[in-house]
């Protein structure tokens, strides 16, 4: 984009100098002194002399405008953003007028009063441009639009033609944080993933997610919505690193189907398996704890005792909670919950970690204050506003981007920087080409 850099306090009450217009009186003056002298020499004179001589006027005229106009487009690409900002002050509004009275000389050397309009306030902006990013600070200075500042984001939108990542409203400022370039997607339609050496996982789109730092993660999103292939590329990135993997699928559905491969210790259907497998993973989280406090480290976890992590792969909460339908089957359903809960709230640390999937989120299957706990949050296809605030919280984006790309939605990571929810696309597969049950069992 033009205009790369930074600039400060651009405002309506400064005087910017317009080179533009002066180069192009500069240009007219120029070449009119160059048709006049050429003029004169048709007048005065005939010849090779002078046929060489108004030859050379014509280039040297050609030369001129050419270097006026490169000249020209330069300054109007250093100053394209600056130029942009001062009209949208002036569209949206964002000046106030007053009268000044004065008196002048008329032309039979009278003196008459003179009322005049001139800008008394003006909101200031400035900006700040790298080769990926815009960002556009609107400087809060506690006047009429101060609150507006903050409502700019699709007028923004529209005048850059820029996605706008997120906005931040400080005590002074706020902050417009613009993608010039967007991120690249994932693809992962080949079988050819490249051995890893960290804990931390690319996600594509700008997005490497490391459980130590961000721990557990929430996938919700419709039939369609890729959810099912988000989590199975995530299995295998987990696998990938030597992680102790545990699956609890209450709809025997894709994911159960994996008991084939993994076994049938680690693959729970029923809801006696699934409560079997988290009471397993409780205790090993418990027992690690004993063992860490026996040999404290201080700031210590669980990689730093020779641990590899462990993960819970729990999918469609929803429809187990539904399968407590009498008073011994909700007593499974209450242990498994507090089971997840204990997990979500200690189990960072000791490297025991919960994947929640589920197509719809809300009060009843999983509480807000376990939600807010599950570090990188990611809601796939389109939803209504309710259906976000249930799965981001107070991450909650106050207007939501098109989704109109299969495995797109939005994502939240906490520690991450950003304050609200962004837009996101999960990894791509080619499922024609991409043999999952084959490159699982590389990892097994």
Same mark, same amino acid.
């Given at each position: 984009m033009k205009g790369k850099g930074e600039n400060r306090n651009i405002s309506l009450l400064n005087n910017y100098i317009d080179w533009v217009s002066i180069l192009n009186k500069l240009e007219t003056l120029f070449l009119f002194l160059i048709t006049i002298i050429i003029i004169t020499i048709l007048l005065s004179s005939d010849g090779l002399l002078s046929f060489i001589f108004v030859a050379l006027m014509i280039i040297v005229a050609v030369f001129l405008h050419k270097?006026?106009?490169?000249?020209?487009?330069?300054?109007? @690409? +250093? !100053?394209? #953003?600056?130029?942009?900002?001062?009209?949208?002050?002036?569209?949206?509004?964002?000046?106030? /007028?007053?009268?000044?009275?004065?008196?002048?000389?008329?032309?039979?050397?009278?003196?008459?009063?003179?009322?005049?309009?001139?800008?008394?306030?003006?909101?200031?902006?400035?900006?700040?441009?790298? @080769? +990926? !990013?815009? #960002?556009?600070?609107?400087?809060?200075?506690?006047?009429?639009?101060?609150?507006?500042?903050? /409502?700019?984001?699709?007028?923004?939108?529209?005048?850059?033609?820029?996605?706008?990542?997120?906005?931040?409203?400080?005590?002074?400022?706020?902050?417009?944080?613009?993608?010039?370039?967007?991120?690249?997607?994932?693809?992962?339609?080949?079988?050819?993933?490249?051995?890893?050496?960290?804990?931390?996982?690319?996600?594509?789109?700008?997005?490497?997610?490391?459980?130590?730092?961000?721990?557990?993660?929430?996938?919700?999103?419709?039939?369609?919505?890729?959810?099912?292939?988000?989590?199975?590329?995530?299995?295998?990135?987990?696998?990938?690193?030597?992680?102790?993997?545990?699956?609890c699928d209450p709809k025997n559905s894709d994911l159960g189907s994996l008991s084939h491969y993994i076994g049938d210790k680690k693959v729970a259907?029923?809801?006696?398996?699934?409560?079997?497998?988290?009471?397993?993973?409780?205790?090993?989280?418990?027992?690690?704890?004993?063992?860490?406090?026996?040999?404290?480290?201080?700031?210590?976890?669980?990689?730093?005792?020779?641990?590899?992590s462990i993960w819970l792969v729990f999918d469609e909460m929803g429809a187990f909670q539904a399968s407590g339908t009498d008073k011994k089957s909700k007593e499974v359903v209450n242990e498994v919950m507090d089971g997840l809960k204990q997990i979500i709230l200690l189990g960072r640390q000791s490297g025991v970690f919960v994947l929640v999937s589920a197509q719809q989120m809300n009060a009843n299957t999983l509480k807000t204050d376990l939600r807010d706990n599950l570090g990188l949050r990611v809601a796939l296809g389109s939803n209504s506003s309710e259906g976000y605030r249930m799965v981001f919280g107070s991450a909650t984006p106050d207007t939501f981007p098109p989704i109109e790309t299969k495995g797109a939605g939005l994502i939240y990571m906490q520690g991450s920087g950003k304050e609200k929810a962004q837009y996101w696309e999960s990894p791509f597969v080619d499922m024609e080409k991409f043999d999952f049950i084959a490159e699982l069992q590389k990892y097994l």
């Open positions: 270097k006026m106009k490169k000249r020209k487009r330069i300054i109007k @690409d +250093k !100053n394209y #953003i600056r130029d942009r900002l001062l009209y949208f002050i002036r569209a949206q509004g964002l000046f106030e /007028e007053d009268v000044r009275e004065y008196e002048e000389r008329n032309n039979q050397g009278n003196w008459k009063k003179v009322r005049e309009k001139y800008i008394s306030n003006s909101t200031i902006f400035s900006y700040k441009q790298t @080769d +990926k !990013n815009l #960002i556009i600070y609107a400087h809060k200075q506690a006047d009429n639009f101060t609150r507006k500042l903050s /409502e700019l984001e699709e007028a923004l939108r529209a005048l850059f033609d820029l996605d706008i990542e997120q906005v931040i409203n400080r005590n002074t400022v706020v902050e417009y944080h613009m993608l010039i370039a967007q991120p690249e997607r994932l693809d992962l339609s080949t079988n050819e993933i490249e051995p890893v050496d960290s804990l931390e996982i690319n996600l594509g789109y700008g997005v490497k997610y490391n459980p130590v730092k961000t721990p557990h993660a929430l996938i919700a999103g419709g039939t369609g919505s890729g959810k099912s292939i988000l989590t199975s590329v995530f299995i295998l990135e987990l696998l990938k690193r030597n992680v102790n993997i545990f699956i259907t029923t809801p006696n398996n699934i409560a079997r497998v988290v009471r397993h993973a409780v205790t090993e989280m418990n027992e690690r704890y004993k063992y860490m406090n026996e040999n404290f480290k201080y700031g210590s976890n669980f990689v730093d005792h020779g641990y590899n």
